[in-house]
């Protein structure tokens, strides 16, 4: 049997925990799958008086974990603290510079410097690995360098935050305001420390960029990315798409055209009958078009302790087992820097906006869209007693820009009075 392979794990929360308890409870089947047993050497975290509800007194504690990182009793550095800078920039780093491989579920990290991290891992000659970062236990990431490497991929999108598909589900289930849901949420612990993350759309486009760098052999481009969370979504929003047979969804969506690479992180509404339509709860999906094998959909648990760590184990065994596919699945130096573009492809639109109810209001709308080339589908206006006027509307299919250049100039004109909520409909 080949020798050992010896882990150094940083982060001992609910993901790095999860992986020693898998590593306790399955050293045999592990060593039977990969040929060789795998050990961890070493940990590290904050708190080393921290009970964890798992034993740790076999391997040594670093209080550093670039220390860590960089033993020679480590071949693999695990990386499971979290964070796009700081700790786990550093440990990495080291890690790579040392001539370790590295594996981490750390979607910030490699969306915000994954080109520069997989230039490091490549000169060193070593591989970073990152299944558990994109859609917790989904193995979309093995599915796209492995099993579909053969298909020129055309299009990869997705519900990739579970956090925000409990929060939009639970509130048409219950019929629940926003408000509500979220403190729900926090309640239950689903909310990550900096709670916009989940909500504001920016943990799913970490994921997104990172799916998009593999799909499209481009270098992750977290910047380029339309990012629109769900806060504005409201329990109205919800009932008008359901009557019209829809769903709202954070959905993620890349492609890339002439223009460049289209990526966007947005509620859309989807068909209620669709696979993605169907998705409740927390569970997450990825959707992937490829020329050869044309739709392929992976659903599953997008988070917690035993799907993530499921994640991280499928990495480490294929590191034990010899396998060093590079880390955005062809060598850093030939990912392209793929120019950010707005969807090109026209879309019917959900608008929700809030008129001044007086005279002449509505023509102002209907002119301000149809001077910009947006032409109106459906429309509803809900009784009111105020002095402000809800109106409803489905457009015909149009651009994004069309739509952006009528949402302006309603926005300078006195008749619109709160920043309208624009969702794209996908016909899936
Ligand atoms: P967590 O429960 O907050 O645990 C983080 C761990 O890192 C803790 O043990 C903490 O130590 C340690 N740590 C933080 N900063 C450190 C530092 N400077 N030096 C040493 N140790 C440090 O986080 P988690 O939920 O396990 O997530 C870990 C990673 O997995 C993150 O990148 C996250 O985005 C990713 N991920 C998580 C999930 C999930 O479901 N939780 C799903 C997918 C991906 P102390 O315990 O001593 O404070
Ligand atoms: N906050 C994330 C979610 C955790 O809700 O999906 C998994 O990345």
């Not at 860590?68 to 800078?85: I, K, P, T």
């Not at 799909?215 to 992750?220: I, L, V």
């Not at 301000?368 to 002095?387: C, E, F, K, P, T």
Request: one cysteine or more.
């Amino acid at each position: 049997m080949a020798a050992a392979l010896r882990l150094g794990i940083a982060g001992l929360g609910t993901v790095g925990v999860g992986v020693v308890r898998i590593i306790r409870r399955q050293a045999e089947m592990l060593s039977m799958r990969t040929g060789r047993d795998i050990v961890i050497s070493a940990v590290s975290a904050r708190d080393a008086s921290k009970d964890r509800g798992v034993p740790l007194g076999d391997y040594a504690w670093e209080s550093d974990p670039v220390a860590l990182a960089q033993r020679d009793d480590v071949d693999v550095f695990v990386e499971l603290m979290g964070g796009s800078d700081g700790a786990a920039k550093d440990a990495t780093e080291a890690a790579l510079a040392a001539g370790k491989d590295v594996v981490t579920a750390n979607k910030a990290l490699l969306a915000l410097h994954g080109t520069a991290l997989a230039e490091a891992a490549e000169a060193a000659g070593r591989v970073i690995r990152f299944e558990a970062a994109v859609a917790g236990g989904i193995p979309v990431i093995k599915s796209l360098t492995e099993g579909l490497a053969g298909n020129e991929i055309t299009r990869v999108m997705g519900v990739m935050n579970g956090t925000c598909n409990y929060i939009l589900t639970r509130m048409e289930n219950a019929g629940l305001p926003y408000d509500t849901v979220f403190q729900e949420a926090a309640d239950l612990g689903y909310l990550e420390a900096d709670p916009t993350l989940d909500v504001g759309g920016i943990d799913a486009a970490h994921k997104l960029a990172l799916l998009s760098a593999i799909a499209f052999g481009t270098k992750p481009n977290f910047d380029g990315i339309a990012i629109e969370g769900i806060e504005r979504v409201s329990i109205d929003d919800i009932r008008q798409a359901a009557d019209m047979g829809y769903r709202i969804k954070l959905l993620g969506v890349a492609q890339q055209s002439a223009r460049g690479l289209e990526q966007s992180m947005q509620p859309c509404l989807v068909p209620a009958s669709s696979p993605l339509g169907q998705l409740e709860g927390g569970t997450n999906m990825v959707v992937i078009e490829g020329d050869a094998v044309d739709q392929i959909v992976l659903r599953g648990p997008g988070a917690g302790e035993g799907p993530t760590a499921s994640a991280v184990m499928g990495d480490i065994c294929d590191l034990a087992r010899g396998l060093h596919i590079p880390t955005f699945g062809q060598p850093a130096a030939t990912l392209k820097a793929a120019p950010a573009a707005t969807a090109a492809l026209p879309a019917p639109y959900y608008l929700r906006l809030t008129l001044a109810d007086k005279p002449g209001a509505l023509a102002k709308l209907a002119s301000a869209l149809g001077q910009a080339g947006v032409s109106i589908n459906r429309m509803r206006q809900y009784a009111h007693d105020a002095s402000e006027a809800p109106v409803l509307i489905v457009t015909h299919k149009c651009t994004r820009d069309a739509l952006d250049s009528a949402l302006a100039a309603l926005a300078a004109s006195d008749v619109v009075l709160s920043q309208p909520v624009a969702l794209r409909i996908e016909d899936l």
